[in-house]
């Protein structure tokens, strides 16, 4: 059975960084699009970040400039560099991936989620 395992949240002063980090657990026969989500208090979830395995991105544009997505398709990991952190970035961060897993057929999963806090 497949889980995707976040870390890297936390809590940072504004104009700060963090470094998100989601590794698929599990046996992955193949890796499809990975991303990143956030949802704020009272908010709905929305897309912040998205990779594809050929390396493609694409952005939120409030995140535009200040985020970074890469993967390690080895690995099966995606990463979300957050430089210039806002308050408004405070939110939960969840991982996606558009996976086919060993024992399944193509399916997104999530993961747990990782909290990020922006605060003075």
């Known amino acids: 059975q497949v889980h995707l395992v976040e870390s890297g949240g936390g809590l940072v002063q504004p104009g700060g960084s963090l470094r998100l980090s989601c590794a698929a657990s599990g046996s992955v026969l193949s890796m499809y699009d990975m991303g990143w989500y956030r949802q704020a208090p009272g908010k709905q979830r929305e897309l912040v970040a998205v990779?594809?395995?050929?390396?493609?991105?694409n952005y939120a544009e409030s995140v535009k400039g200040r985020f970074t997505i890469s993967r390690d398709n080895v690995r099966n990991t995606v990463f979300l560099q957050m430089n210039s952190l806002k308050i408004e970035d405070t939110a939960v961060y969840y991982c996606?991936?558009?996976?086919?897993?060993?024992?399944?057929?193509?399916?997104?999963?999530w993961g747990q989620g990782t909290r990020v806090t922006v605060s003075s």
């Open positions: 996606n991936a558009d996976l086919i897993p060993s024992i399944d057929g193509r399916r997104h999963y």
């Open positions: 990779i594809t395995n050929g390396g493609s991105t």
